[in-house]
């Protein structure tokens, strides 16, 4: 099945105040976008002394200024939060977006933002685990009248969730592993992200997925891949290669690993031949993070330039 083309934006959230973020949120509904994106931390990546405003309070204030644009973490992880109260806490946002909220959930990685405010940070085993339990009790909360569910790390007991968002939120699942998070994407996820670590690896990600939603009988046509991206664009070649060379410094080997051979960059023409690549894979969802000081700025290029082309 081929799904129409989604970009999504990821918003300035660390070092930046709010009002540079509601800025951006703004604008990017303006543009066209079809959703925005925060990350889920509690310390700022990669050194807990950076500024970062929390997701889940930011995504309920940006649910008040912006009119259209989804609204999504990536990713929620388990341990941060009663798994119930925040099935609560994005009901009442998407009450207030009126149906704009995506539920990205994952496993978590940043060890010293669990351990510094208390919380558990287990091994990835029962991190994967609490991550399946998060899914189930949030689906049951966004659905039953009232909810029971006994598991290893949460439980709930005919617990009442009203008003209910106004649409079942979509939930995001993202990461890269082969068997067990791509098994709990194949049982929960409306939408499966490969991370941009592994943005080279989408093919055989994908494939992956397919075989697991095959042992788990699922359709594999009903979750929607998605991509996290870094895209550099400008108005020509030239200036795109010397964009590229500074985001691949500073990037470095994570998000920067394989970006000038498998990553979105380029003047426009070309920028549309790297989305045409990703969607030869079945990618249709892209949750881009623009490279620059002010991200509005390629943002508009790729408005004006790009999304005509995957438009209508």
């Known amino acids: 099945m081929t799904r129409a ?32 994106w925060v990350c889920d931390h509690l310390y700022g990546v990669p050194l807990p002394t950076l500024p970062i405003l929390e997701a889940w ?5 940006l649910a008040a200024v912006t009119k259209r644009v989804e609204l999504g973490t990536l990713v929620t992880p388990p341990f941060f939060r009663n798994p119930a ?4 806490q994005i009901a009442t946002i998407d009450q207030i977006s009126n149906g704009r909220c995506i539920v990205g959930l994952g496993a978590g990685w940043f060890s010293a933002e669990f351990e510094g405010h208390g919380c558990e940070f287990p091994s990835l085993r029962e991190r994967m685990r609490a991550l399946e339990e998060t899914a189930e009790i949030l689906k049951r909360m966004w659905s039953e009248e009232r909810a ?21 939120p979509p939930i995001l699942i993202g990461g890269g592993g082969e068997r067990v998070l791509m098994g709990i994407a194949a049982r929960h996820a409306d939408i ?16 992956a997925l397919r075989r697991s939603c095959e042992r788990e009988q699922r359709d594999f046509d009903s ?53 045409e690549r990703h969607r030869a894979h079945g990618c249709s969802l892209f949750v ?25």
Request: aromatic share 8%.
């Open 223 to 275: 979750i929607e891949i998605s991509q996290q991206c870094i895209v550099v664009i400008a108005e020509d070649d030239a200036a795109a290669q010397r964009a590229l060379e500074k985001a691949k410094k500073i990037y470095g080997g994570h998000m920067g690993a394989g970006l000038e051979e498998h990553g979105i960059w380029g003047a426009p023409d070309r920028v549309i031949e790297c989305i």
């Open 5 to 36: 083309a989604r970009f999504g934006v990821t918003l300035p959230q660390i070092k930046r105040s709010w009002e540079e973020t509601r800025a951006a949120a703004i604008e990017f509904d303006a543009l066209g976008f079809d959703s925005v």
């Open 148 to 168: 029971s569910y006994q598991g290893s790390y949460a439980s709930i007991h005919e617990v009442i969730c009203e008003p209910k968002p106004v649409r079942r």
């Open 85 to 88: 109260v925040l099935a609560k």
């Open 288 to 312: 881009i993070e623009f490279f620059g000081r002010d991200t509005r700025l390629p943002a508009r290029l790729f408005a004006e330039k790009v999304l005509p082309a995957f438009r209508g």
């Open 57 to 61: 309070s930011l995504l309920a204030a």
């Open 192 to 207: 499966w992200n490969n991370m941009a670590v592994f943005q080279s690896q989408l093919a055989s990600k994908v494939d």
